[in-house]
């Protein structure tokens, strides 16, 4: 081998140990980069995260925040006012009525906050006016439990608050989420209306009547003979409850309807759409304490009787009513005649006592043998019709106000009633209960509305709970790690590049040298 080729090859290898060298050395810048990006990663990481953390965040919906601090202050408040009544919100009994508490809580605060959102958004503010006005109203309603301004005075005074001012700020907290709603939803609330034929829809479809009957069945194919013999007990029957059998007792005796007989024919409160026609006409046509006509229908031939109506949990029909005392004197099933009769005589006695001018309290906290009355002079307090039963209801019925009654038996025993005052029945018109109604169906109506306006503004600004992990992993991506790749990728495509072109240079040079 000649000189020339040893310095030749001499130069080449010296040429491919630089170019090792110098892709060692681009390792160890990108290594170094690397380590130093993973550096500022942790720290921001970790700072972001400890921020995070210690935010006071329980949800947020759009730029409205929900503070965790304020909703389990709230809860806290709500736990110890159920406390002072003695009830204990940690108790396992309790558990389900709490959770249903809580999250009626959170369900709060979130529409105040979907509602103060949009009002950002909308520039909606409650004025000076408004504020002042609704304040007032709250001041006022505190004023009212207090017998004088100077009690009144004295109670702030001594709050936590010190003086009016003070806790006039307070509640204007309290009263701008109520402004707002109501400033939000107004124009919604306007479109509202209910007209009367819509009460009159919601009457009908709500009245119910407690009823009671007495079903005489005819089976179905029945002869002819046999439809007006079943036909002729009905009337029977009608006819001695009009002259003043107990209805009750006829029913449970008469009655073939299984399911009411031994409550005494008492069929509960039923609406419209409940019973067949024939049955549901007849009793809807009744006022309370009515008797309709024999009624035939599908299962036979009914008596009915209208107790009681209402709408929707609240009477509006009220049977008659009377204030009144009485002297009992019961009888045991076992006792014999003789003492059957010691017990006549007794009642016989208290009555001519009565008669002579005896107070009536007194001799019913001496004799009355009725535990639950006896030492408040025998008083019942206010007895509806069609309560105590028909032989009860016959008697004290008929009796003027500051009168008493015979002595006469019931299914406890003897009796003494005394009335001291009369309450006439009542019964409903549509008339009477319309402007009710309406009102009723507006407050539904709106309540439907706020509930569709809360659900389209929740929809559209969308809910983050506590952990926002979504929020934080956007943040670690769009202002970390983003920018980190992007630096790290054009450093390393540089390295590269000038390493690239170096080692072609020197390539070429090696090729194209001369010997």
């Known amino acids: 081998m000649g000189r020339q080729q040893k310095i030749k090859m001499e130069r080449k290898k010296k040429k491919e140990e630089g170019t090792l060298d110098k892709g060692k050395i681009k390792n160890i810048i990108l290594k170094s980069i690397a380590m130093f990006l993973i550096a500022i990663i942790v720290v921001f990481g970790a700072t972001y995260l400890i921020a995070y953390k210690d935010r006071d965040v329980e949800a947020k919906i759009g730029s409205t925040v929900i503070k965790k601090s304020e909703l389990n202050a709230r809860i806290e408040a709500v736990k110890n006012q159920y406390k002072s009544y003695g009830i204990d919100p940690e108790d396992p009994q309790y558990a389900s009525i709490f959770e249903s508490i809580i999250e009626q809580i959170r369900e709060e605060y979130i529409n105040s906050a979907v509602v103060e959102e949009y009002a950002k958004r909308n520039n909606i503010k ?91 069945k005819v089976d179905e194919g029945a002869d002819e003979a046999t439809i007006n013999e079943k036909k002729a007990l009905a009337e029977q029957l009608r006819e001695r409850i009009l002259k003043g059998e107990d209805f009750a007792k006829l029913a449970m005796e008469y009655s073939e309807d299984t399911g009411s007989k031994d409550n005494g024919g008492d069929l509960g409160f039923f609406g419209k759409g409940e019973m067949v026609k024939e049955f549901e006409d007849a009793a809807f046509s009744l006022k309370p304490g009515e008797i309709s006509e024999v009624i035939k229908s599908q299962y036979g031939f009914h008596i009915i009787q209208v107790l009681e109506t209402k709408i929707r949990g609240r009477s509006y029909d009220q049977p008659e009513k009377v204030k009144a005392k009485h002297i009992l004197i019961t009888i045991d099933k076992t006792a014999t005649q003789e003492e059957i009769q010691k017990k006549i005589d007794l009642v016989n006695e208290i009555y001519d006592k009565l008669l ?51 002595p006469f038996e019931t299914t406890e025993g003897y009796e003494i009633v005394y009335v001291y005052d009369k309450i006439p029945a009542v019964t409903a018109t549509f008339e009477s209960v319309k402007d009710e109604i309406i009102k009723t169906l507006e407050e539904q109506k709106r309540n439907q509305a706020r509930s569709t306006w809360l659900n389209e503004r929740k929809t559209e600004y969308g809910i983050k709970y506590g952990n926002m992990w979504d929020e934080v992993t956007t943040f670690f991506n769009n202002k970390i790690f983003g920018p980190i790749k992007n630096v790290f990728i054009n450093l390393k495509n540089s390295i590269q590049s000038n390493s690239g072109t170096s080692t072609e240079q020197n390539n070429s040079n090696i090729q194209g040298e001369n010997p």
């Open 126 to 216: 409650p004025t000076d006016e408004e504020l002042k006005e609704q304040i007032d109203k709250e001041i006022e309603n505190i004023k009212s439990g207090f017998q004088s301004e100077e009690e009144y005075k004295k109670a702030i005074e001594s709050s936590k608050y010190k003086n009016e001012e003070a806790l006039r700020e307070e509640i204007k907290k309290y009263v701008i989420p109520d402004i707002l709603e109501a400033k939000c939803l107004a124009p919604i609330y306007s479109q509202i209306k209910v007209t009367e034929e819509d009460a009159k829809n919601y009457f009908n479809e709500i009245t119910q009547v407690r009823a009671r009957h007495i079903l005489i």
């Open 356 to 406: 002579k001018g005896a107070d009536f309290d007194s001799l019913a906290k001496q004799y009355s043998e009725d535990t639950n009355t006896k030492d408040s002079g025998g008083d019942l307090g206010e007895v509806s019709k069609g309560t105590k039963g028909d032989v009860w209801d016959n008697v004290v019925f008929s009796l003027k106000k500051g009168t008493f009654s015979k």
